[in-house]
C-alpha cells in the first residue's frame, strides 16, 4: 500500500491542481508529523493526509498540523475535504471529533477502509 500511495504523490500534477504539504519537527530536527492537502482533479474537493504516531495525535501536534491544514483548505475556497484510513487507525478517531463525519467503508483486500469527509463553505 506504500507503493500505491507514493507512486500517487509522484504522479500528482501540481501544475494543474493544488497540493501543500508539511512536515512537523521536533527539536532536533527530528519528524514528527506529515500532512497534505491534494485537489481532486476538476472539483474544489481535497483530500487531506495526516500521518504521525497516534501518541502525537492528541498531545498539539495533530491539532496543529490539522489546524493548518483547515486554513489553507478556507483559503483556497474548498468545498470539500476527505481522507481515507484503515478502519483500526486511531486517526479516525481523532478526525471524527473535530467534525468529519463517515462517508463509506468498504474493503481492500483483508483490510476494512473508512473514507471521512468534511463540509467546507467553499467561500
Given at each position: 500500500?506504500?507503493?500505491?500511495?507514493?507512486?500517487?504523490?509522484?504522479?500528482?500534477?501540481?501544475?494543474?491542481?493544488?497540493?501543500?504539504?508539511?512536515?512537523?519537527?521536533?527539536?532536533?530536527?527530528?519528524?514528527?508529523a506529515?500532512?497534505?492537502?491534494?485537489?481532486?482533479?476538476?472539483?474544489?474537493?481535497?483530500?487531506?493526509?495526516?500521518?504521525?504516531?497516534?501518541?502525537?495525535?492528541?498531545?498539539?501536534?495533530?491539532?496543529?498540523?490539522?489546524?493548518?491544514?483547515?486554513?489553507?483548505?478556507?483559503?483556497?475556497?474548498?468545498?470539500?475535504?476527505?481522507?481515507?484510513?484503515?478502519?483500526?487507525?486511531?486517526?479516525?478517531?481523532?478526525?471524527?471529533?473535530?467534525?468529519?463525519?463517515?462517508?463509506?467503508?468498504?474493503?481492500?483486500?483483508?483490510?476494512e477502509?473508512?473514507?471521512?469527509?468534511?463540509?467546507?463553505?467553499?467561500?
Amino acid at each position: 500500500m506504500n507503493d500505491v500511495w507514493l507512486a500517487a504523490r509522484r504522479a500528482f500534477d501540481a501544475t494543474t491542481r493544488t497540493r501543500r504539504h508539511y512536515v512537523a519537527l521536533q527539536d532536533g530536527g527530528t519528524a514528527i508529523a506529515y500532512g497534505a492537502i491534494e485537489q481532486d482533479v476538476g472539483a474544489p474537493t481535497y483530500r487531506l493526509f495526516v500521518v504521525t504516531a497516534s501518541s502525537r495525535l492528541n498531545d498539539g501536534t495533530g491539532d496543529a498540523l490539522l489546524g493548518r491544514l483547515l486554513d489553507d483548505l478556507r483559503s483556497v475556497k474548498a468545498g470539500r475535504a476527505w481522507m481515507r484510513e484503515e478502519a483500526r487507525d486511531p486517526l479516525l478517531a481523532f478526525a471524527t471529533a473535530r467534525g468529519f463525519i463517515e462517508r463509506r467503508c468498504y474493503e481492500r483486500g483483508d483490510t476494512e477502509i473508512v473514507e471521512l469527509e468534511m463540509a467546507l463553505s467553499g467561500q
